[in-house]
């Protein structure tokens, strides 16, 4: 698989753009809402995010963004409404790291991650660690105890997520959009064939007792 890049947006359109390829790097259009993604964020991060929106100010929403500690590194772009010197202030004030006047489309956005894109940065924790497990999530592998558990893609994103949301119950219906999957109309079955994949994953490691099913709601990772 090559190089991601996932370019979030508060303009809801977003959310419909297709991909875009350029060499070996894919960049991925999500929209963004008034908290930090949910589901998992794949490859290097870039969040365009409007001065005005429904419920709260852009300058709210960059503050909370820059609390999660997925996004601390991620390129924030705040989208002003007219150029004021006050408003950039503001905004970098914030926590943006630049800002330019809105709205900017698809082609305007991926024009400016192109042109400002420079390397390695803003690129999600890559080693996630709660006790015993561990999470490598550049290489996509697992361990607990130092011991390997053997997971195929799809279950490992699914463990990685749960790691992200530890002891609290996920249902079925998060998993699927969690791992961008949403529109399976076999998502019942779907999530079950993970969960089971992946509890055999976890006994084989000797860490069997870290996921429990929570009848008629979902699954927990138990992890203090």
């Known amino acids: 698989m090559g190089r991601q890049v996932s370019i979030f947006s508060t303009d809801t359109a977003s959310a419909g753009y297709p991909p875009f390829a350029h060499g070996e790097t894919t960049y991925r259009f999500h929209a963004l809402g008034s908290t930090a993604p949910a589901g998992l964020i794949d490859g ?3 969040l365009f995010v409007d001065w005005l929106l429904p419920d709260l100010s852009g300058l709210e929403l960059c503050r909370r963004l820059r ?3 997925r996004l601390q590194t991620a390129h924030v772009t705040m989208l002003l409404e007219e150029d004021s010197l006050e408003d950039r202030r503001r905004a970098l004030a914030a926590g943006a790291d630049d800002y330019a006047v ?6 305007a956005m991926l024009d400016r991650v192109l042109a400002l894109q420079t390397g390695p940065a803003a690129i999600p924790q890559q080693q996630l660690s709660l006790g015993d497990l561990q999470i490598n999530v550049a290489g996509q592998q697992a361990t607990w105890q130092g011991r390997l558990i053997p997971l195929r893609p799809n279950e490992f994103r699914v463990l990685r997520f749960m790691v992200e949301h530890p002891n609290r119950v996920l249902a079925r219906e998060e998993l699927v959009t969690a791992l961008g999957k949403a529109g399976d109309p076999d998502y019942l079955r779907t999530v079950d064939v993970w969960i089971k994949r992946l509890r055999f994953g976890l006994k084989v490691a000797g860490a069997q007792s870290l996921l429990r099913t929570v009848h008629g709601r979902g699954y927990v990772l138990d992890l203090i």
Do not use: F, I, N
């Open 67 to 69: 609390a999660d500690p």
């Open 44 to 46: 290097t991060v870039w």
């Open 102 to 107: 809105g709205p900017l489309g698809r082609q």
